[in-house]
């Protein structure tokens, strides 16, 4: 990730940078020799974690977070995350805020050594090489900096490090002569699921054994905002932050914590702005950020709440990608740490990505690009990985998905009725919960139909969720993941 930047900024990846960049958005290919006798995933020695950074060092790889350096060691994206995981000879490349899923939280900087990690997980990674000097005023480091830069050695002041909310970190298959204690046990991934009924909303908790907790009515909990219409929610770290539309057009935010209390819905149109005939809300956590994009007056807007709780102003995406019409729906996903939207308009679907400066991408065409399954009536997408997966629910109310992998290109649509079961739908929301895709449908008998999508590619049947408690008519519902 790129250093000095705001998380908003630096958390999607720049496409539109790529033809400017000084190398191809494709991947580079070297004929550099492969570092070490390691694995991928596997056992590594210090020795071989410094001599993989210093490869990138000799061969000058220029910092991109869109272009992918491929040689004998591997495929990586060049970035600085990209560089630790090179480094570490990770399967795929991460990102600052899930390097700490594969290493140790250290106790201090001073039981740093070669090979380990100093994390900011919001802004910027660095590898650790040594000390200076024998009282750790100083750090040596290889990083990939910025765009403009390359892969470079360094030092970082330790009054810097501490300054400014960098850890240190050890990977946890690095070869030590002393183990490391165990990593505390994680915490289960469980989705959360809303759906609006009777003008309220409503949430409930998918358990790790696949069980549904009784619904409970939000506005109970989090206050009565009157005639619910739209629904959103997102995960963040394991807090289930929730967005709805009110009785009066307003757009509220609560969040559910983790031990299930839940503060208050706010208004957040004083700080965000205030959109008029919000038809549709979409919202996901990139990091510590919520993004949030609405459907209003037929158009897309965006806007995030920051990690320190503070909201940008919504800004109108057609602005920068162009018009594409009166948009009926639409849906955000974190992509490997990156922002990407899709929209219905005149019933074909729309994406485009928002780059590392805050500027949109020119909406591309999905069905150009995965085939065209007849007029769009909803969609939904999330991210798995690098890759884009979205379902659409088409005006018949037949369900496709098809996925935008990390290279940029598409799978084509496939129907889902062959694979999860048959029935109609006008609604679909989608999450990543503990690396499986999760959806779920409202169906044109008003049921509320779940399936899951495993880590290789096999769909489980959809199966009815249980709406004991569930008032009125569901026209609206929001999937999420969170941890804990």
């Not at 004998?72 to 990102?95: E, I």
């Not at 955000?332 to 990505?353: E, P, Y």
């Amino acid at each position: 990730m790129p250093f000095g930047q705001s998380k908003i900024v630096r958390t999607a990846v720049a496409t539109s940078l790529a033809a400017a960049a000084a190398v191809s958005a494709l991947s580079v290919t070297t004929t550099a020799q492969a570092v070490g006798t390691s694995s991928v995933g596997g056992d590594i020695s210090r020795d071989e974690i410094i001599a993989r950074a210093q490869n990138w060092v000799d061969q000058a790889v220029p910092y991109s977070q869109t272009s992918w350096h491929s040689d004998s060691n591997g495929s990586y994206r060049q970035d600085c995350s990209g560089l630790v995981s090179m480094a570490w000879h990770l399967g795929s490349s991460r990102v600052t805020s899930t390097l700490d899923d594969v290493s140790t939280l250290l106790g201090s900087l001073d039981d740093l050594r070669p090979g380990d990690m100093i994390d900011n997980i919001t802004t910027h990674v660095v590898l650790f090489t040594g000390w200076t000097d024998g009282s750790h005023t100083t750090a040596n480091i290889i990083e990939e900096p910025k765009p403009g830069l390359t892969a470079r050695r360094n030092t970082y002041s330790r009054s810097y490090l501490l300054n400014n909310g960098y850890k240190p970190y050890r990977y946890d298959r690095t070869i030590d002569s002393v183990p490391l204690p165990p990593k505390p046990a994680v915490a289960p991934w469980r989705a959360q699921l809303l759906v609006n009924g009777g003008g309220d909303v409503f949430h409930t908790t998918r358990l790790s054994d696949g069980n549904w907790t009784a619904f409970g009515n939000v506005e109970s909990q989090a206050g009565d905002i009157g005639g619910v219409q739209s629904i959103a929610d997102a995960g963040i770290d394991g807090n289930t932050h929730v967005l709805a539309v009110g009785g009066d057009g307003g757009l509220y935010h609560a969040v559910r914590h983790s031990d299930g209390s839940w503060d208050r819905f706010a208004n957040v149109g004083s700080e965000a702005g205030t959109l008029t005939n919000i038809s549709k809300i979409s919202a996901v956590s990139i990091g510590g950020d919520l993004h949030v994009v609405a459907v209003a007056d037929g158009k897309v807007f965006h806007t995030a709440r920051l990690a320190n709780g503070t909201w940008m102003r919504f800004a109108d995406i057609s602005g920068q990608a162009g018009a594409i019409g009166t948009v009926t729906s639409a849906s955000a996903a974190n992509v490997n740490g990156q922002l990407q939207v899709v929209a219905v308009s005149g019933g074909r679907v729309s994406h485009t990505i928002r780059d590392v400066s805050g500027a949109w991408s020119a909406w591309g065409d999905v069905y150009g690009a995965a085939g065209d399954i007849g007029s769009a009536q909803d969609v939904a997408i999330a991210g798995t990985g690098g890759d884009m997966q979205i379902i659409v629910v088409t005006g018949n109310g037949q369900q496709y998905h098809a996925a935008r992998y990390a290279s940029g290109s598409w799978q084509q649509f496939n129907a889902l009725a062959p694979v999860i079961g048959s029935f109609t739908a006008n609604r679909v929301s989608v999450a990543t919960v503990d690396g499986e895709l999760q959806a779920a449908f409202i169906t044109n008998d008003d049921r509320i139909m779940h399936t899951i999508r495993d880590g290789s590619g096999s769909w489980d049947p959809a199966a009815a969720v249980n709406l004991s408690g569930v008032s009125g008519n569901h026209y609206a519902v929001s999937i999420t993941g969170t941890a804990g």
